[in-house]
Each structure stands twice: as C-alpha cells, then as structure tokens.
C-alpha cells in the first residue's frame, strides 16, 4: 500500500469467491450459490475471477448447521497446520480443504475477496459483517453497497472483539466479508430473504469491477455497530435456560437498549430488566444456532468508521 495526497493505492482483485453453505441449513445462500454454479451469467464482470463455492457440501446435504462441528469456528491456526491424519472431524478436513483451495489464509496467494452468505432466525435485516475496522477496501465496499441499497437499510457489524472474534470460514480471504440477511426461519426459503441477499450481492460485485477499473473512490465515513458483549439466558444450576427473550424485546435488533429495560421473561412470569450502564444495541436477538453457543444475543456499540480514498495500484 502506497499512499499520495492521501489516496491508498490497493492490489486489483482479482479473484473472488462467493460462499453459501457455510452452515448447511441457511437457504437464501444455498439457493443462489446452486443458481449460480449452474449458471453464473449474473456473477460475472469484466476481469473478474468469479467462483460460487458450497463451502459444507454434508451438511447442506442434511440441512443441518454442521455435522461434526461448526465448521465458521475452525479456520485457526491449530486446525490449518493438523497433520492430515484419518478421523479428523468432518469440518475441520473441510476447513483444510477451502485454506488450500482459497488461501493459505494470511498469504499473497489467498484469494482477494469471499462473501459468506448466512442466514440469521433473528430480525437483523440485512447486514454485513466485517473483522477489521482497517480494511479500506471491505470499509469502501461496504459504503458503496450502503449506498446503493438506500432506502432500505443495510446495517455493518463489526465483529473486532479480542475474546468474541472467531475463526471464520471467510477469514482465508484478504478482505473477508459476511453477508447475514433475517428474519428465515432455519431450513426455510423466503422470497424477500432471498431477493436482499442477491441484490446486496450485485452491488458489491459491481463495487469490485469498478474498482478494478482504475476508479478513484473519495474518503468516506462508515456507521459500523461493533460487537461489545455476549448476553447469555438466565439459566438454572443444570444450564438450562429459565427465561426467554422478553417481548419488547424480540425482534427489536438495532434498537437501543437502556437500563431498566425488558431483557428476559422467566417462565413463571418475572422480568428481567437491563442493567448496563450504557444504552447498547442487542442484535442476533433469539438467534435459533446461538442457543447451543450460550448466547441469547449479542450487544453492540454504535460507532463512525473513517476511510481513506483508495484507488487500484498502479502497476
Ligand atoms: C447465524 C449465524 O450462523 N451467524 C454467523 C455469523 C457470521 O458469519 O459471522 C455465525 O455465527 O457463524
Ligand atoms: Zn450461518
């Protein structure tokens, strides 16, 4: 990266893959990544390498999240490096697989950009999740696509947190981008899921074919809501959950949350309020995988995100 009058010159790329299937059982992904291995008229641009992936063949095939285990946590460096010994867990000789097919990740070689294409049971719209707040292309992108899906909104979650950050299956790409779009209930195709995702997806590849062309795009600002806390359900001394999701709660992702508001309902009836001392904004509220991950949703902060203008590298 070289930088003159405040213009950050970054490699073309080249090279994208866009993921469905990561978890076996969220439809909108699935579906369109099929669509497009059997015909990818709408995916290509001009010079651009453009691979539709089915990151977890099993699972889609038993709509099931995993088999073995969840196969958007295995992407570390303990798992990468394994000796490839028989009896390794299904998602972890996948996760082998896609780094040697798509990466090694954190290498000149890897691919430049994979889009993930998830599904969430919680009422987030649509969202894109990033893992560096330093990453001028995913930020550019991200105004670009923000921009042009207006009026309908398109929050950014920003997943930079030292402890609650995971090992994704995107993370093998230079500029890893997560595509969450809900409310879909699991093993369940919407139409309007669907269509919001394809449509996300057609301005983020136009991005990258405007960017390959040589196009200057000016500094910009990004609002982001970056990942603070994980909230848990109360539970009992065997770990089994004692309340829900309050009602004035459920489905109010990207709403402020204050002290003293509903969090919980027990069952037998008794609120459980807020008591944080900062107003926060819960999303992946009620998530239907989140369950087995202890987590009935996740807090965030707002924050305004700002990014250089950036142009391709002259060669
Ligand atoms: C509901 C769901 O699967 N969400 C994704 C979010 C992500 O891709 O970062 C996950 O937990 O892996
Ligand atoms: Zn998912």
Redesign the pocket.
Known sequence: MSSRTNISCLQEAARVAIFGG??GN?MSGITLVNMWIQNSAEIERNGLLIKPFISNPRAVEKCS?YIAT?L??AFTPENLSAPDVEGLPYEVQRAKEINRMFGPKGSADAYDVIF?L?????NMGSTL?LESSTDLFNLQMVHYIKKAMAPHTCSV?L?EHPQLK?S???SVAKHPV?L?V?PQPQGVLRSNVFESMRTILKHALDFIEIFNSGVTFPPCTVDVFRVQERMDYPRDTNGNITAMVHPHLQDCDWEPLNRGDPMFLTFDGRTVLYEGANTVYPT?IN????YE?QQAFMTTGREILAANAIRKACK
């Open positions: 990561t978890h969220e999240r969840d958007n946590r993930d998830h599904n969430t049971t919680s999740i979650l997943n995971y994704t299956t995107r997560g969450e809900g992946f998530e239907a995988a989140y991950k």
